[in-house]
């Protein structure tokens, strides 16, 4: 079984012992391929180097890009670093990029201007990109998803088409994304039992536009609640999906890894 990780943070600070282990443990669960995230332009590094050096069992890929988070850092223009990470062949993606209006780290008008500005560059480089949404504790004043797809709208942004990565919307989020033509990414939470409307939408999202993601290392599965997520575990989120799609485990796995293969080009180039 071929078992892909599509968002994880491999970054030095969140495992200070080195990743020997967590590989070891990610082939231990048929984890043969990992997408390292980026949210800025020191963690955009360290993802080219890492997809650099490991290039097999389990071979990494990375994503570049500034978070909304970290908005603020690029205020005044995208650095032309990031773009020239952006071009390297291990890197498929534009990510993690978008608008998180529940933490507030950077004013929403300095997120949307980012978000515009990275899906500008990822159409000039003919990448997808990979987008992080949160909304805000009131949604109801401040809905992050429903802008998010304005946004995607007037940028042309189905151009390039690309993931919504730990979905955590609703069904007509999950619609509007899909019309796009864009993929939904599920993550550790899917799991919880008291995510049942998640799972809910999880049921209803077309096999052929799934993918499964750890976001380690946060977001643990239910069972690894509390510890440090590793990509490992994604295992625990294609178990739940494959039965709440009533498909085998390894049937799932193959669509997901298809998936993956279409929206990032990875399967198209050397490894």
Not at 52 to 68: L, N, Y
Not at 141 to 160: C, P, Q, S
Request: aromatic fraction near 8%; proline fraction near 4%; hydrophobic fraction near 40%.
């Amino acid at each position: 079984m071929f078992l892909v990780d599509t968002h994880c943070h491999l970054n030095n600070e969140y495992y200070p012992e080195g990743l020997a282990q967590v590989l070891r443990n990610a082939l231990e669960s048929d984890v043969k391929r990992l997408l390292f995230a980026s949210a800025d332009l020191q963690s955009s590094r360290e993802a080219v180097d890492l997809a650099a050096w490991q290039t097999k069992d389990p071979e990494v890929w990375a994503i570049v890009g500034i978070h909304p988070h970290e908005a603020l850092s690029a205020g005044a223009g995208i650095p032309d670093e990031l773009e020239e990470l952006a071009l390297n062949r291990r890197v498929v993606a534009v990510g993690e990029i978008g608008l998180d209006y529940f933490y507030d780290h950077s004013p929403h008008e300095v997120q949307r201007k980012v978000f515009c500005d990275q899906i500008e560059l990822a159409k000039k480089i003919k990448k997808p990109i990979v987008i992080h949404v949160r909304d805000s504790k009131g949604s109801a004043d401040e809905d992050a998803n429903g802008e998010t797809i304005k946004i995607l709208r007037e940028t042309g942004a189905d151009e390039i088409g690309g993931v919504i990565h730990c979905f955590s919307g609703n069904l007509q989020n999950a619609e509007d994304a899909l019309k796009l033509g864009f993929y939904i990414s599920f993550a550790g939470p899917v799991t919880y039992p008291k995510n049942t409307a998640l799972r809910e939408t999880a049921m209803q999202i077309p096999l052929d536009r799934i993918l499964c993601e750890t976001d380690s290392p946060y977001l643990a599965p239910q069972g690894f609640r509390g510890k440090t997520n590793e990509p490992c575990h994604v295992r625990q989120v294609y178990e739940l999906i494959a039965m709440l799609k009533a498909i085998s485990v390894e049937e799932f796995a193959e669509v997901v890894r298809k998936n993956g293969d279409r929206i990032f080009g990875w399967g198209n180039a050397d490894v």
